[in-house]
């Protein structure tokens, strides 16, 4: 196993764009997560899946962003219109449920977004 | 709701000094905590994790003791090295996500 793969790793694109970032879990994984980290700050929780359910997107930055997770495999998530202000490392991160204690999340290596 | 507060930096300290790095928690249910560690170009690593109260994860010389009577977790070092310079987030997690800390930024001197 590979770990939690990204892609792209880097990105730059126009303002008023939309963009696209894939996630591939750790394979037997079934929660994926993404968050956002800017520089200086700790990672911010964007959303959640378990398997392919979606079960938090409350604290999604705006209407501009959205996710999903098809199969329960992989997921994307993506920026529509983006602004400067999106600026940020994306980094996705996966884990096994487990019915009593919280287990270790994985992250991968982020995808860094610059809005130009 | 849920959230962390963390030891602020930047933390300068000479090879084989003491390290203590202060996290404290918020949360409304019985959470597992984690230090999480991010080394320079590098994604973020699981450094160690407790899941019950008077729990004691370790991992490379690193320690934290889950204290649920202070709600906190702080992460120790009897000798740091230089390749321990990285920046250090604490973690709770109630299971639908990972709350995270500002980090600390840790330079470690020759």
């Known amino acids: 196993d590979t770990g939690v793969s990204q892609d792209p790793r880097h990105k730059i694109t126009k303002r008023g764009q939309n963009v696209t970032f894939r996630c591939d879990p750790i394979?037997?994984?079934?929660?994926l997560y993404w968050y956002r980290q800017t520089l200086g700050q700790g990672p911010e929780f964007l959303t959640y899946?378990?398997?392919?359910?979606?079960?938090?997107k409350s604290r999604l930055l705006s209407d501009r962003f959205s996710a999903e997770r098809p199969k329960g495999s992989f997921s994307t998530l993506e920026i529509q219109r983006t602004e400067q202000g999106d600026s940020a490392m994306y980094l996705c991160?996966?884990?096994?449920?487990?019915?009593?204690?919280?287990?270790?999340?994985?992250f991968g290596q982020g995808t860094r977004l610059t809005v130009v | 709701g849920d959230s962390v507060t963390q030891m602020e930096g930047p933390v300068t300290l000479s090879e084989e000094a003491f390290l203590t790095i202060n996290c404290t928690y918020t949360a409304t249910g019985y959470p597992s905590l984690f230090w999480y560690v991010q080394y320079p170009g590098e994604g973020l690593q699981l450094l160690l994790k407790?899941?019950?109260?008077?729990d004691k994860g370790s991992n490379k010389g690193f320690e934290a003791t889950y204290r649920k009577e202070t709600t906190s977790f702080h992460l120790e070092k009897g000798s740091v090295q230089v390749s321990d310079s990285a920046v250090y987030f604490c973690?709770?997690?109630?299971?639908?996500?990972?709350?995270f800390g500002t980090g600390t930024s840790l330079t470690v001197i020759p």
């Open positions: 991160a996966s884990s096994k449920a487990a019915q009593v204690t919280n287990t270790e999340a994985f």
């Open positions: 973690a709770p997690s109630t299971g639908n996500q990972f709350y």
């Open positions: 394979s037997e994984h079934n929660r």
């Open positions: 407790a899941t019950k109260a008077d």
């Open positions: 899946f378990q398997n392919e359910a979606q079960l938090e």
